[in-house]
């Protein structure tokens, strides 16, 4: 396999991505820009293929199993970027089956940059397609780690504790600031400072010496009276106040209960 080697980085010399969503054409933009050969991104049309090395599919993780049957045989490495799908899901498709899940989110037109500095989880079912794998995640001055397949559900449901329900936390406080009669556009913008030093916090130090608050310090009087609230202006987040105390309880080392 012709492959592209500059500073202990090796490379496959043309890489084919299939998929045109936001890790796809992110990747197809970074991969470009490093000074890498790339065909597409690429859709179900296996006719435009031809040349590469490796392939990369950059599909919704249902649709894996089905994309490396159509591309099956067309180059001898094939991997996927899911964070918790098998390198199983490939099937027989290449001579060597990679996983490339870099540990970022993606939306609209994001540079190359991107990349940088982020982790990356890597996998391969042979000696050449690990390093393929890791040569790639270097590429883009990404923090390459392995994982094995058993270990990717739980590896991929922690990053979607830390960033998709992150979102979905933020939207339940901006529901509840919408309850005291904040405005839309208000309770969003108020929010975002705090969000940003609270993450700024937690990574600086951590999340116990990060965690601020009436929980934090032991101020039942006030926890009550926010479940109340919530319990009036947001009802169907109350379960989720409830949990979300508990756990900060926990790990600020204070099990009082909210009852």
Known sequence: MPTRASAD?????TIAVVGNGRLGSALTRALRAAGTRVIGPLGRTPGQ?????????CVPDAQIPSAAAVYAGMAPLMGHTSGATPLTALGSAADGLFGL??????????????????????????????ETARGVARLLHMNAFEISDA?????HAAACVASNFLITLE?????????????AATAHHMLVPLVEASIENWAAHGPRAALT???????????LRQRAAVGR????????FDV????????????????
Do not use: W
């Open 233 to 240: 202006v947001a009802p169907e987040l109350l379960a989720l």
């Open 244 to 259: 979300l105390v508990e756990r900060t309880q926990v790990l600020a080392g204070r099990p009082e209960s909210t009852g």
């Open 151 to 155: 270990d990717r559900p739980a590896y």
């Open 49 to 57: 293929l031809a040349g590469a090395d490796a392939i990369v599919l």
């Open 9 to 13: 980085i090796t490379v496959p010399e």
């Open 101 to 130: 899940h870099p540990l970022q989110t993606f939306v609209g037109d994001d540079a190359p940059s991107r990349f940088d500095g982020v982790a990356c989880a890597i996998d391969g079912s042979t000696v050449e397609a690990l």
């Open 171 to 183: 939207d339940a406080a901006e529901h509840i600031a919408r309850g005291a009669g904040i405005d």
């Open 213 to 223: 608050g009436p929980v934090a310090r032991g101020d039942q009087g006030t926890v």
